[in-house]
């Protein structure tokens, strides 16, 4: 006797898409970023019976609210972009650096030792330039030493460069308690604070234009180097795959350690605008987990330096009017962080939908 056999398919199949048009793209962000706004505002009236849009008018205040705040607006951007320019190359070639923080703080420990051990001891001029070749070198070092073992040893890169982080920590809180002041503070202070030396200059009234200046210098030279340089195509083809590479006779070894003494090389110029020219201290907060932030970013840009900029300042300007919605609605941060997770979760959510598509189909009766 014949027995019918019934098998069901799925309602629906997750298929990956074609690369969309870079209009149908930021067209699906920013339906996302919508429907996360309506999400805030909803939670919002539910849970604090605040009025919605009054909420969002603080967020923007916060990031606009005066010209002290746009500058500080601008500061933050360009640092968390210039990190996240930082990782891009080796993410591009698919070796995970997740050492950012570490090669940061090594970066700005540098540059804070230049200042400390040699302000008013030389010009200004050559100690200015100590402090900037210190710096590259220091970040590129601590960058290139997981490098180099993953090269020759085929170490794992993500819990090298992770662990890395913690070593630069604990170097800088090792170097905190020799030069603290004063002593037993456990902080450093003001590094030359009265005669200034080492301290990077000034353009006009604005104390942060120069390191807005040299972080879009760096985006222009980092987006040219990866589009249009030999060593930017041998990025390209090691991180798509590196059988492929070797094949057509690219050194891999040679790409991952070049690539990777140029992350930590721009790494440590964020530790030099941070010490140099923001702050003028170091502390072992002074990365302030920009490292970590910039893997979103660099992600979310798909590797490309011009739309950092946009999602530096998407992340940016959440960080910043989060902080102002807890100040002046006196609600604990933990509300403000839910907000800027529900505007996240949206927008990471979108690459999804941008990547890929669900077809949906009937069910099939097959004997």
């Given at each position: 006797m014949s027995k019918k056999q019934k098998t069901h398919e799925p309602l629906f199949h997750i298929a990956k898409r074609d690369s969309l048009p870079w209009y149908y793209s930021w067209a699906i962000r920013i339906i996302a970023i919508i429907l996360a706004l309506m999400v805030s505002a909803l939670l919002t009236l539910f849970l604090t019976d605040e009025n919605p849009i009054s909420i969002f008018s603080t967020m923007i205040d916060g990031a606009f609210g005066s010209s002290r705040r746009i500058w500080n607006l601008l500061q933050n951007i360009a640092i968390l972009l210039c990190v996240s320019l930082a990782l891009t190359p080796a993410f591009k070639m698919r070796f995970w650096n997740i050492g950012g923080e570490g090669q940061v703080l090594i970066g700005g420990l540098a540059t804070a030792a230049c200042m400390i051990c040699l302000g008013g001891k030389i010009p200004n001029t050559l100690l200015i330039l100590l402090m900037i070749i210190s710096s590259i070198a220091a970040g590129a070092i601590w960058a290139v030493i997981p490098a180099i073992f993953k090269a020759k040893y085929n170490t794992n890169e993500t819990l090298f460069t992770l662990m890395m982080n913690y070593v630069g920590i604990q170097l800088v809180s090792y170097f905190v308690n020799i030069w603290e002041v004063p002593k037993g503070s456990g902080t450093i202070g003001i590094i030359n604070q009265t005669n200034q030396e080492g301290w990077l200059p000034v353009i006009g009234e604005y104390d942060y234009l120069l390191n807005v200046i040299v972080v879009l210098v760096i985006t222009v030279l980092m987006y040219l180097y990866l589009k249009y340089s030999k060593h930017g195509y041998e990025i390209?083809?090691?991180?798509?795959?590196?059988?492929?590479?070797?094949?057509?006779?690219?050194?891999?070894?040679?790409?991952i350690i070049r690539t990777m003494l140029l992350s930590g090389a721009v790494c440590g110029i964020a530790g030099?605008?941070?010490?140099?020219?923001?702050?003028?201290?170091?502390?072992?907060?002074?990365?302030?987990?920009?490292?970590f932030t910039a893997i979103m970013v660099s992600w979310l840009a798909k590797f490309n330096p011009i739309y950092m900029i946009f999602?530096?300042?998407?992340?940016?300007?959440?960080?910043?009017?989060?902080?102002?919605?807890?100040?002046?609605?006196?609600?604990?941060q933990s509300f403000s962080d839910i907000i800027t997770g529900i505007i996240l979760f949206f927008i990471i959510g979108s690459e999804f939908f941008i990547n890929y598509q669900i077809k949906f189909h009937t069910r099939k009766e097959v004997k």
């Open positions: 390209s083809v090691v991180g798509e795959s590196e059988n492929t590479a070797k094949y057509i006779g690219i050194n891999v070894k040679k790409v030099l605008l941070l010490v140099g020219g923001t702050n003028h201290t170091i502390t072992t907060t002074t990365a302030n987990n920009r490292g999602t530096t300042f998407l992340l940016v300007f959440l960080e910043r009017g989060a902080n102002e919605i807890s100040t002046v609605f006196r609600l604990n």
